[in-house]
C-alpha cells in the first residue's frame, strides 16, 4: 500500500517562495519516477515537474527557472522549491508516483498553495 503525503503548502505573499515535501512509504521510493501536478480553480489538473529515478528532470514552462524538483531516496521524499511565487501559482498541488511496470500510479492528498497580490 502506497502512501504519498504532501505538506509545506500554505498563504504566501506575491514573490515569496514556499518547499513543499511528499513523503513516500510503501514502495521501494528510489525505484519509480516521482511529479508534481496541481489544479487551479477552474483548471484541469496540469503537470508542473518530474523527476526521475536517476535524477533527470522535466518542467512545464511556466514554472522553469522558479520552480526546482529534487528527490533524497534516503528519506524516501521529493521536493518541489518554488521561488517568485505568483498570484497564477495558487493552486492544490499534489504529489504523484508515477506508474510502472511493476505497479499503477499513486497520488498524494494535496496541500494548497495560495499567493496573495
Known amino acids: 500500500q502506497v502512501q504519498l503525503v504532501e505538506s509545506g503548502g500554505g498563504l504566501v505573499q506575491f514573490g515569496g517562495s514556499l518547499r513543499l515535501s511528499c513523503a513516500a512509504s510503501?514502495?521501494?521510493?528510489?525505484?519509480?519516477?516521482m511529479g508534481w501536478y496541481r489544479q487551479a480553480p477552474g483548471k484541469e489538473r496540469e503537470l508542473v515537474a518530474t523527476i526521475t529515478s536517476v535524477g533527470s528532470t522535466n518542467y512545464a514552462d511556466s514554472v522553469k527557472g522558479r520552480f526546482t524538483i529534487s528527490r533524497d531516496n534516503a528519506k524516501n521524499t521529493v521536493y518541489l522549491q518554488m521561488k517568485s511565487l505568483k498570484p497564477e501559482d495558487t493552486a492544490v498541488y499534489y504529489c504523484?508516483?508515477?506508474?510502472?511496470?511493476?505497479?499503477?500510479?499513486?497520488w498524494g492528498q494535496g496541500t494548497q498553495v495560495t499567493v496573495s497580490s
Open positions: 510503501g514502495s521501494i521510493f528510489s525505484r519509480y519516477t
Open positions: 504523484k508516483q508515477e506508474p510502472s511496470i511493476w505497479r499503477g500510479a499513486y
